[in-house]
């Protein structure tokens, strides 16, 4: 082999093995950016159970707008804690132990979530006055909880790049082989079913909220004249 040629052989072999080191590189950041959306979705299903049922709960017993949010930010924090511990406990892990490790992982990303998500629901007119029988309400919390998602996506996936957050919880949930193509993207079907119901159960709360806007703004039908005689 000529000096030239062997050259050309060691620059070949050189560009081959930083294209596959490139290539190792995006595939483990397309690896970290599905976990961080699956992550994300996690918590904001438990983050929308409680806050829903808080915000229920309030309305209900007449709570001042204060101690209602606390409390639903309080649920929030139960539901979402209670959906990364459950799976841990399942898999063989003492309560005591899952409850710590999901306390480290998840807090975070909770907290972002519910600062966002009540931060935008401020911010949107009446939003926080609404009762339960209010489009406005039904229109507000999906909006709080978009935008709280996207804003606790950059969070999960940073965590994720340094071994923490739902990284710390991840390699206890005995998943069967690695999980690729458009299926890291997909949640568990336990969470997927949770989303449904939230999803259906805000809907219908629109739905009735609206009919009774509807109702409310309808024209009362005069009483017929009583006969004479």
Known sequence: ????????????????????????????????NAMAVSATLHCLTGCAIGEVLGLMIGTAVGLSTGATIALAVSLAFLFGYALSTLPLVKSGMGLGAAITLVFAADTLSIATMEVVDNLVMALIPGAMDAGLVNPVFWIGMPIAL??????????????????????LTHEHHGADGPVVGARRYI??????????????FMVGGLTVSVADELTDDAPAHSAPPAPHG
Do not use: W
């Open 1 to 32: 082999m000529t000096e030239h040629a062997h050259h050309a052989h060691g620059d070949h072999g050189a560009h081959g093995q930083a294209l596959a080191t490139r290539g190792d590189h995006e595939a483990h950041d397309r690896g970290i």
């Open 146 to 167: 978009t935008v709280a998602f996207f804003a606790a996506l950059p969070v999960n996936r940073y965590l994720l790049r340094r071994g923490k957050g739902h990284a």
């Open 187 to 200: 949640p568990s079907l336990s969470t997927g079913v949770l989303i449904a119901v939230i999803a259906a």
